[in-house]
Structures are given as structure tokens and as C-alpha cells.
């Protein structure tokens, strides 16, 4: 079911301190081979550390890693011929075009001409950008900008895609589209590892990998994130939202009350605490609301009750089946 | 205070770079006690509005009031009665945290017995109580969030800005952020805030969506939501997927279909036999594991929607609109 067949991305016990701050501790998690793999967590988790030293630009302190088949540490060159990375602010030429660019990225990584006009045309035609072909790079808005910097990372059909946040400050339209030229991919069997700290975005990935402080939470398939939530989550639509929060937030086997815009999220141990507890509260309260409903749990949820229940302790990486 | 004091009101706004119109006309109010959220896609002249907004820049035409003040008249006074928080934090990293607060307590002449109780209220709202003398580059992602939006309301205004508040700060922080809005709000804060994050637009009692210049929705996150799909939203799952998109972008039912991590998510005109005929489809072609549900769509989808029917080439400037 899962196309975890075999890994193309390996990491064990990694590690990595920078002076006295430990940036990686003790992370281990592997990635499928054409599966888009994400790495979340908020600035400050290790993630661009981690894909730093995947790309073998960044020796570990201890640990092992494998990408398509090359043993990272021991040989960091042999990686680079079969990777693309694509740093937070990548390298772009503000005063070459967009051709230029491409033309640039193509020739540091050997790829011949032929097979260059082609590859950029595909490229710049997924991504709506063929007709700014000629315009200079530092005339672009953000969106596009991660748009070319993806097409120059991808000129040499890499086996494996390393992208550092590469959708930071960009619209939800470009990003769109910048992941639907990663779904597009996944035809060509590139595995894709991509970071970010918008846990919105983690909901697209195949697997992912929660990380905070430097440290693993839990390695899984968001849908199976979700399925582990132990709450539930109740939203109560009403124009007084922040009284019911007052009224609610500190009954008990209710753990959190959120408002969020006209609503408030009740976290509960047991759905059943609607009919028992909850409504005779807010009628008691005489406080008027709208609707009480069910509604499925996101992965910040998730991330919010790993971590409120104590972090990362008591939680592994699961096994795939 | 009086609502006027406390809203955003702009009317027929327009302003111009030569012969780009950056902002076209537009028209909303951010009322008071409210969290506005103002969206759009990056070059959208969202950023042009704020500066406007804020008494940076003036308009070419049309009028803006803020906290009752016009932006064309008298812009050094708004800035004066608002607070103004950036997502880079606009915190000095090599002053102490009791520091940072000095200075923008100079800047917004609070002085005295109020600096003693505002530098207290900031020191327990943003936790760092026992860090006072902590530089602030070594504060988490968490904690310098909460200290810049302290140091931006030293002076409490009537009306914060907040531009992409919490980027990047892990989920609790961001939680405990939001939840300092709401007192904000409770106590009769506006609170007007830019984000391309849609999850932090949830947050928002209304949100105004703004695209080449000119406002195209305003409304709840709940009104967006229903109003912006002309179709039902399906979750597809099928294997493979790939294919399972190829079939699916063809049926005349299907407004549109992207992939969405293990699944598809498809627009259809109408979920009754739209659902149906998908199902079958996909059957016949003997795709495995098929399994169709209705969803409710996201703010991202109304997002996409919205401006996805206006977009094209969005960055070539509309002959028309000059």
C-alpha cells in the first residue's frame, strides 16, 4: 500500500552540535524511494542542519547516513552527482535572466544542450513561468523566484530532491504550484525530502518527520498522525467566543480551548462530554452559540498534544506497515 | 473609546507607480474589536495598503482613516496611535530584553511610573520573567515573538498590525500567541493581520482577499469558504494515483483535481452525480483501494479558487486597469 519499498534516504543516530547548542540529537528516520518526504518543525528544530548534512556539505559529530545508495560520511563527494539541494536563499543571479540562470545551473552540473533546451522547456512550462523567460531574475516576485530556483535544482534530474523550506513567504497559489511540479516528480522517480514549519503543508507529504529541538517526535503518514490524536476536537461557532472559552477552559476532561475566529476548538478526552457536560454549561452560562460540531484534527493539533504531553519522550519512530 | 478610534476604514483607496495601479479602488473597514485578517498573493499591493495604512506612504487617491485619523492628513500621528509588529521581529538581538523595551519606550514616550508597569505586564505576558538581562539573540523563536509584540504595544495603541505574526515559532508558542490576541481583542484591541498562511487566517473573525491590486472577497473564514467553490470538494483516494488523476481531469463533471499528499482533492459541479461517476470510472479502469468522501473545503482552496479564476499572467500589468 505504502511505496516504502526500499529506502532511498537513510539516517541513523545523526548527530550535530554547534559549539555548546546540540542542533541534531539522535535522529534517525528513513525516506521511500519516490515519496516526498517532509521534515517539520518550528526554526530552531534541526532541519536545516539535518538536509545540510544529507547533501554532504556538513559533516555529522556521529551517525550514519545513506542517499541513494551513497554512504554520506564516509564519502560526501559521491552524493553530490546524484542530489540536487535547494539551500533556503538559493543562489539565484539577480542580474541574469531566467534562461540564464537555468543556463548557468546546467552547465555547473555538465548537462549537455540538447537535453538542457528540453529538460527547461518541460520545466518552465509546468510551472507557468515560459514566458518570462527573458526577464532578470531580480525582477521576479517570491513565488516565481522558488519556482526558478526549483527548475535550476531539477536541471540535471537528480534521484534525490533536497529542499530547505523552499515555500517561505510564498502565496498559496504559487505554492500550489510549486507542489504540483513536485508531484510531477514523482513520474520520474526522484524522492523528494522538502522541510517547512508550516504544518499545512506537512498534510502533503507521504511521511514526515516531527522534529523539535533538535530531536525526533514521531515519524509517520499524516493521516496515521491524525489517527493517533487522542482528543477530540469539538468547535463551537458563536459570536462570544471568548466567554466560552472562559466558561469551558478549566472543566475538566476539557484539556484546551482555543478561539479561532468565530469559533472556539475544545480538545476533549471523550466526544460524549458535548451532550454531558458542555451544552448544560454554555446554556447555564446563558451564553449563545451557533453550532457544536466535530472536527478532524490537524497535524498542529497533533504536534500540540505530542507536545504538551511532554515532548518527545514515550514516542518512536513506527514502523511503516 | 469610541469605534471610530479603534477601526480601519478605507474607502475608493488607490495608489499608483507610474503607470502600475498597486492598489485599484478598494474598499472595506476593519471594525473595531475585530481580528481583520488581510490576505493576497505576494505582488497582490498588499504590502503597498499596509504602508499606506500605517502613515509610510501616501495614497494617490481615495481615503484611509486609522484609529480616526486620515493617512493622507496626518500620518505622523497614526503612528503614534498603533502598534506594528513585522514576522522579522523588529527587536535589536545584541540589547538585553529589558533593554529592547527601554527603547521603543523612548520611541513611543512612555515614561516613568507607566514604563514600570508596562515593562512589568510585558515581562509576565511574554513569560521571560528572570530573563530581563538576557540578550536577546539567544531567546527562542517563542519568547522574541511575544517580546516584540510587547514592545510594539508599549504605548497601547488602539489598533495592532500584525505581518505574518508567527512564522516559523513551534505550535505551543504559536497557540499562546494567539491567545494574547484574544485578550487583545477582549480588552478592544483591532488587531489587523497579514499572512499567506491560511491556518493563521482561521484565526480571524473576517479576512478581506485582495489581488491585483483590487479587493475580489470579504467575509468570515466560514462565508470564504462556502461562497468561493462552485462545486462540492471530494478526497480521492485510488492507487495508483497517478492515474487515477489522468482519469479523473478528463470526466466533463470535474471543475478541477490536484494532489493532495495520498490523495486527490477534486472539485466537482455537483457531489450527487459527480461522486457517482467517478466512482465508476475509476472502477472500471480497475484502479485499486477507491475510496470517495465529501469534504468541507479549507481557506487554502477558497484562496486558490478566488484568485485562481482572475489569475493568468499575474505579474503583467492589465492594460485595462490603467
Redesign the interface.
Known sequence: ?DRQLSAEIEVSGLRKSFDKLLAVSDLSFAAGAGQ?FGLV?????GKSTTIRMLAGILPPDAGEIRVAGCDVVADPESVKSVISYMPQRFGLYEDLTVDENIRFYADLFGVARRRREQRSEELLEACAMN??RRRLAGK?????KQKLGLVCALIHTPRVLLLDEPT?????????EF??ML?AL??EDVTILVST????EA????RLALL?QGRLLICD???NLRARMTRTVLSI?SPHA?EI?KVLVAVEGISDA?????SVHVFVDDASLRQSKIQPLLDRAMVPYAAIEQVPP?I?DF??DV??RGGYRGWQTSSDQ | MADQQRSVSVSNLVKRFGSFVAVDHITFEARAGEVFGFLGPNGSGKSTTIRILCGLLRPTSGEAYVAGLSVAAQPELIRRRIGYMSQKFSLYNDLTVVENVRFFAGMYNVAGDELRRRLAWVLEMAGLAGREHSLTATLSGGWKQRLALGCAILHRPPIVFLDEPTSGVDPLARRRFWELIQQLRSDGVTVFVTTHYMDEAEYCNRLALIHRGRLIALGTPAQLKQSALSGDLLLVEAIPLGTALEVIRRLPTVRDAAVFGNALHVVVSDVESGGERLLGELTARGLAGVRIQRIQPGLEDAFVALTGQKRENKEVIDPKSL
Open positions: 500500500m516526498i518543525g518550528p526554526d530552531g528544530a514566458e518570462f521576479l516576485s517570491g513565488g516565481m517561505t513567504g510564498v502565496d498559496p497559489v504559487s505554492r500550489r507542489w504540483a508531484y514523482l513520474d514549519s508550516y504544518l499545512d498534510e502533503r507529504c507521504h523539535h503518514r499524516p493521516d461557532v471568548g472559552r482555543i478561539v479561532v475566529g468565530d490537524t498542529e504536534f500540540v507536545l504538551a
